[in-house]
């Protein structure tokens, strides 16, 4: 259980640390465009084409921006994913575990059965060898009285 539970601990921590760094990135590319912004307004009337550049620069930020969402939604529905996933693989490793209990307790029975029917067996053995000794003893005492009836 330990595992699984080390294993959910860096998945919950992107989910918790994900916000935060959205965050961080919304926030430094907001500064850069609104630098890029005011060095496009300063200039367009005495530099255009460094205006151009700076009005560039902005839409490469935004395409970077919707670059980074995307990565980050990627990145958040793979650790939902993993989370899912182990949570099935903990689910099928208990059920596997259940179930070798089970056979275990199966092959217990077995051989308690085993044991009893070995013991039955001897009994039974043992009951046919007494047997098979009282008739030899009886076969003898007919034969002795059929002799003694034949005799007179």
Do not use: W
């Amino acid at each position: 259980m330990e595992r699984a539970e080390s294993r959910r601990m860096p998945s919950e921590q992107i989910k918790q640390k994900a916000p935060a760094f959205r965050h961080d990135v919304i926030g430094h590319t907001m500064a850069g465009i609104s630098v890029q912004a005011g060095v496009g307004i300063h200039l367009i009337a005495t530099r255009p084409a460094q205006a151009v550049e700076a009005l560039s620069a902005i839409k490469q930020i935004s395409v970077t921006i919707g670059r980074i969402s995307e990565i980050a939604l990627v990145i958040a529905a793979s650790v939902e994913q993993q989370g899912s996933a182990t949570q099935e693989i903990v689910r099928s490793v208990q059920g596997a575990a259940q179930s070798t209990n089970q056979v275990a307790t199966n092959i217990t029975e077995v051989n308690k059965g085993a044991n009893e029917t070995s013991s039955a067996s001897s009994q039974v053995l043992s009951s046919a060898q007494s047997l098979s000794g009282e008739s030899n003893r009886l076969t003898l005492e007919v034969d002795r009285f059929l002799e003694t009836v034949r005799a007179a």
